[in-house]
Structures are given as C-alpha cells and as structure tokens.
Nanobody, 122 residues
C-alpha cells in the first residue's frame, strides 16, 4: 500500500505561481511512475503531467505545456508540480497518483492522494 500526501494548494491571482508537492510513504515512492491529475466541479478527472520513476520521460497536457513543470526527488519520495502563469481555468482539485504502468490516463495509476484545491482568481 502506498500513501500519498499532497500539499501546496491555495488561492492565487491569475498570472501567479504555486508549487504542489506530493510525498509517498517510505520506500514506496521511487519504484512508481507518478502523475498529476485535476478535477474541476462537474467535470471528469483529467491528466495534467506525468513522470516515469527514473525521470527520463515527462509528458504534459497541451493545456499546461510551457507553464507547468513536473519533477521528482526519489531520495525524498516526493514529486513536485511547479505551476506558473496560472489561469482561472486551472482552478480544480489536483491529485497526485502513483502506479506501475503510469501514462496519461487514470487507469495507469493504483494509488491516489486526497487532493489539494487550487483556485485561480481573475
């Protein structure tokens, strides 16, 4: 069982930045591919970014490409999502995920955090 704990969400004005962190339970994080997804009210959960366990492959949703940066520190069992140039449409609950398959769909992930709210005001 892998436990994921997100932090770093909050309220920010459009154009601002936030950094989300997700820490996995000890000795579990480095073996898994990690992803960030988000879910806005009334919408399906959508892919934001993912990084393989080695960090060699990174992908982003088109809507965040060039603005968001995903990274990981396996020594700290932590994955980060640096979010820059935030827009009101980025408002959502952001979820960290871990899985052996990874990828850009929710089916590739076995474990999920509780979510952290990001609100971008115009």
């Amino acid at each position: 069982q892998v436990q994921l704990v997100e932090s770093g969400g909050g309220l920010v004005q459009a154009g601002g930045s936030l950094r989300l962190s997700c820490t996995a339970s000890a000795r579990a994080g480095s073996a898994y591919h990690m992803g960030w997804f988000r879910q806005a009210p009334g919408k399906d959960r959508e892919f934001v970014a993912r990084i393989t366990y080695s960090g060699s492959t990174i992908d982003y949703a088109d809507s965040v490409k060039g603005r968001f940066i995903i990274s990981r520190d396996n020594g700290k069992n932590t994955v980060y999502l640096q979010m820059n140039s935030l827009k009101p449409q980025d408002t959502a609950v952001y979820y960290c995920s871990a899985g052996l398959r990874g990828g850009s769909t929710t089916t590739g992930y076995n474990y999920w955090g509780q979510g952290t709210q990001v609100t971008v005001s115009s």
